[in-house]
Every structure is written in C-alpha cells, then in structure tokens.
C-alpha cells in the first residue's frame, strides 16, 4: 500500500469531477484518532476514512478492466458492480461506507475519480 501524502486545510488538492463539470477541493485530517479525508464542495463538506484510497487502488488494480462509476445518492441504491456499490458495500475493506457522514455519504466515486494536477490517487 502506498501511503497517503498529506495536505493541510491551507494547501488542499483543488480537483475537478470526472466530467470536469465541478471544482472541489480535498485535504487530510484527523478525527477521533483516525486520519480522514476531508472534500469541500461549494458550502458542503464531506468526511471520508482516508483508507478509501489504497482500497479503491487495489480493488480497480485487481477488476483489471472498466468498472463503472454507477453514482449515486446515499439515499438511493447503486448499481451493482460500480465503484459507488462497492464503495458502501459491506463486502469491502471497512464493511460498509466510507463517507463519515450520515445523509452525505452517497456518490464516493465522484470525489474519489477526480481530475487535477494532484489528486491524491496521482501518488497511487
């Protein structure tokens, strides 16, 4: 597993969505002892575990081909197969979610499928 380099609330990752249609912005922190990734969206901010990302690194890396984004809200069900599925799946590495926070943990693959100069899976 590669590690995570981090960076401050000052010196965020500025990233775009996968469409290029959004800007964000994403940087590391730590919260109750466990280092997390924190993605602001316009006034929304949204907390994820940062293992999402050497997870989602190895579960593409082992898929070996496509695998569909398949967003969706957290209110409504993904599709099978997609990286928004196993992104809350209780078959994945956490067994369950990796957005930490209740009604805002929908649509993982947008934030974590991003386009910038460095986004934190560029060091995967």
């Known amino acids: 597993m590669a590690k995570l380099p981090g ?26 002892g466990s280092k997390i990734l924190v993605c602001t969206v316009g006034n929304t901010v949204l907390h994820y575990d940062a293992r999402c990302m050497d997870d989602l690194h190895a579960m593409l890396t082992k898929a070996g081909d496509w695998v569909e984004l398949g967003g969706a809200d957290e209110q409504k069900p993904a599709k099978e197969g ?11 590495p956490v067994g369950g979610w990796y957005g930490l926070k209740k009604g805002l943990r929908g649509r993982f693959e947008v934030y974590f499928l991003a386009t910038g100069d460095s986004h934190p899976c560029a060091a995967h």
Do not use: C, F, I, Q
């Open 82 to 92: 997609t990286v928004e599925a196993w992104g809350r799946s209780e078959a994945n």
């Open 7 to 32: 960076r401050s609330k000052n010196d965020p990752w500025k990233l775009k969505t996968a469409p290029g249609t959004s800007e964000y912005t994403m940087h590391t922190d730590d919260k109750d």
